[in-house]
């Protein structure tokens, strides 16, 4: 089970019940919209407004707890970091599949001689499996 509020304090975040409940309705849906993530919020606390999660999810960001997926031409997505991987993003349903840069067959380490690489996310759009059928 993962301790979302040491998770919090090891960042040097307060362990609010909003922060709390941000970072597992995310991990429970592994990539939702802040529009759905509102909608489950209110579920739990109905006194809640957009502008607070929006609020605690800029926080969560700047502390690298949670990264934006944008995706074009529609809203982002939220999810947990994790080691860097590549989004499978569907044109269709506009699903979100995370691959592992090594399953994928790409090493990654170095840009160039003189650049270092610290993180990565790239987005790769096409069709998935279910909606090819």
């Given at each position: 089970?993962?301790?979302?509020?040491?998770?919090?304090?090891?960042?040097?975040?307060?362990?609010?019940?909003?922060?709390?409940?941000?970072?597992?309705?995310?991990?429970?849906?592994?990539?939702?919209?802040?529009?759905?993530?509102?909608?489950?919020?209110?579920?739990?606390?109905?006194?809640?407004?957009?502008?607070?999660?929006?609020?605690?999810?800029?926080?969560?960001?700047?502390?690298?707890?949670?990264?934006?997926?944008?995706?074009?031409?529609?809203?982002?997505?939220?999810e947990l970091k994790k080691s860097d991987h590549i989004h499978l993003i569907c044109d269709i349903c506009n699903s979100i599949e995370d691959k592992d840069i090594n399953d994928l067959g790409l090493?990654?380490?170095?840009?160039?001689?003189?650049?270092?690489?610290?993180?990565?996310?790239?987005?790769?759009?096409?069709?998935?499996?279910?909606?090819?059928?």
């Amino acid at each position: 089970m993962i301790n979302y509020a040491e998770i919090l304090k090891s960042s040097g975040l307060k362990a609010t019940l909003q922060r709390l409940s941000i970072l597992k309705i995310i991990n429970t849906n592994g990539h939702i919209t802040i529009d759905d993530l509102y909608k489950e919020m209110y579920k739990v606390n109905s006194t809640i407004s957009l502008a607070t999660v929006y609020k605690n999810i800029l926080t969560m960001m700047r502390k690298s707890l949670v990264l934006e997926i944008p995706i074009i031409e529609k809203k982002s997505y939220y999810e947990l970091k994790k080691s860097d991987h590549i989004h499978l993003i569907c044109d269709i349903c506009n699903s979100i599949e995370d691959k592992d840069i090594n399953d994928l067959g790409l090493e990654i380490n170095r840009v160039s001689n003189n650049f270092i690489l610290s993180h990565s996310q790239l987005n790769l759009y096409g069709t998935c499996e279910e909606c090819q059928k």
